[in-house]
């Protein structure tokens, strides 16, 4: 079979963003192909939240974001997302927030292994774990070209983060998606990107995780104080 | 006839104010309608002392007074509900200097004993106005509630939604203030939510019981102003309170 050149999705140039004078990130370059999985690491404050939300529009920036798709879906990290004092929302009216029928809504369900039943549970009142699965649906239940997930395991005990990745990684095989995610999860990189973007404020490194991730690229990124993350397979 | 007026504006006043109210209480919002609504006050004065339409005054030193909330946000960066103390503070202070003393009783508690066909027109058309645009921007709201970034992802204009979301609640507080005064408009928006939040299980319910319950306390509040004489804007809370009270026995 004849392979087919990848199409670039989003291109990213001279990216430099500043809040109050002080500069948040400084010259960043990539690009991203149709299908590719891109993981952003770095340390606190190294900007990845700011990357992603230039990305989307959602702050001022200088430079050229260039995106090749509008479908587009984006998750915030799980505690930034309110759950207390809302109306009496239900799972299901918040899908049809965003106009989908019920058997997509049913579909999506199954595919990410939540019971149906819960469609009529407050929106309130489902637990941490099930609550993952049930967003991770939202974003994908319009069928968006791409994800872009920011630290969407944050308070996941380990064995659940695990699930979350490959359920993610399922969607992605299944639907030619394109990911972007940010993390602080080594692990995570290793077995699901096919291109790793460290940052610090500015690009440090950018490729492929096993010839990027060295120890010295790492200390880098992370800072001297920070004691080498050591990745073993089971 | 004066009767038949008063309750269509009531019924319809008061289904605004509910179903709008049932979105504020969610956004936490519902006692701001009380300062905003005693900042209504100097206008329903000057309305009183120059002779034209109370909502009119009572709309314009509204929107004066939310401008004003906003500029001194911007210049000071104090949480803004400790300027709508401010604010509303001098509205009050300004008004008592040069109401009328006859003029305080209705300024402060409604009156709906002068009502002319037009002015009940008027107000049946904003106050739909009120609910069809709510009904627009209900969903989105509440998505900026639960994150404000999804909703702009989703393409949500934040800002846009939020200028529209505070103008039906200024108009909301100046159509209330005729039927239950300057002092007691928060009653309207947050007595309704409230009774619908203890019987409803999801949105649906919610906003419509905020609709209907609003619109049936004013409509029982009126029907015993006709009956007992007792100003309308206290019997309309008192049955707004009776219908709360009820729902007690009824939470889910």
């Not at chain 1, 309110?82 to 999506?108: A, G, H, N």
């Not at chain 1, 492929?208 to 397979?233: Q, S, W």
Request: a positive charge; proline letters at 4%; charged letters at 20%.
């Amino acid at each position: 079979m004849e392979e087919k050149t990848p199409k670039e999705i989003l291109k990213v140039e001279n990216l430099s963003i500043q809040f109050n004078g002080e500069e948040i990130l400084k010259d960043i370059n990539f690009t991203v192909n149709q299908g590719e999985t891109l993981i952003i690491l770095g340390p606190n404050g190294a900007g990845k939240t700011t990357l992603l939300k230039a990305l989307l529009g959602l702050i001022p920036y200088k430079g050229k974001v260039v995106w090749k798709t509008k479908n587009i879906s984006y998750l915030p990290p799980q505690e930034l997302v309110q759950r207390k004092y809302l109306p009496p929302l239900t799972i299901e009216e918040f899908f049809k927030f965003k106009d989908v029928s019920d058997k997509k809504i049913l579909k999506i369900f199954k595919e990410v292994g939540l019971d149906p039943l819960l469609l009529k549970r407050p929106f309130s009142a489902i637990s941490t774990g099930q609550f993952q699965r049930m967003i991770i649906a939202w974003a994908l239940v319009d069928d968006p070209d791409v994800l872009l997930f920011d630290e969407i395991t944050y308070g996941i005990d380990i064995g659940g983060e695990e699930t979350i990745y490959s359920l993610l990684h399922r969607f992605w095989e299944q639907r030619n998606l394109t990911i972007l995610l940010v993390t602080h999860d080594l692990n995570v990189v290793y077995e699901h990107a096919n291109n790793v973007l460290c940052l610090n404020k500015k690009k440090l490194c950018y490729g492929k995780p096993k010839r990027i991730l060295t120890p010295k690229n790492l200390r880098e990124v992370y800072g001297t104080g920070v004691k080498f993350y050591k990745h073993t397979h089971k | 006839m004066k009767l038949v007026l008063a309750l269509i504006m009531g019924s319809f006043i008061g289904a605004a104010a509910g179903y709008l109210g049932t979105l504020m209480l969610s956004k936490r919002m519902a006692l701001v309608a009380g300062p905003l609504g005693h900042l209504t006050l100097p206008g329903i004065a000057l309305a009183f002392l120059f002779g034209f339409d109370v909502s009119i005054g009572a709309f314009v030193f509204v929107v004066l007074g939310i401008i004003l909330i906003w500029l001194f946000e911007i210049r000071t960066k104090l949480p803004m509900e400790a300027l709508t103390a401010v604010v509303f503070a001098i509205g009050v202070a300004i008004t008592f200097l040069f109401i009328p003393e006859e003029k305080t009783i209705p300024a402060l508690i409604g009156d709906i004993s002068q009502l002319s066909p037009n002015v009940v027109i008027v107000t049946v058309i904003l106050s739909l106005f009120i609910i069809f645009a709510t009904k627009k921007f209900y969903k989105k709201v509440i998505l900026v509630e639960i994150s404000e970034d999804i909703a702009k992802a989703e393409g949500i204009n934040v800002k846009k939604n939020n200028l529209l979301y505070l103008l039906c609640i200024a108009l909301v507080v100046s159509l209330g203030a005729r039927i239950v005064g300057g002092l007691m408009t928060a009653a309207i928006v947050a007595i309704p939510a409230c009774t619908s939040r203890n019987i409803s299980k999801n949105i649906f319910q919610y906003s419509l019981g905020g609709l209907i319950l609003g619109s049936l306390s004013c409509i029982m509040g009126i029907l015993a102003f006709n009956f007992t004489g007792f100003p309308a804007g206290l019997l309309i809370i008192l049955s707004s309170a009776f219908l709360f009270l009820i729902s007690l026995f009824f939470k889910r």
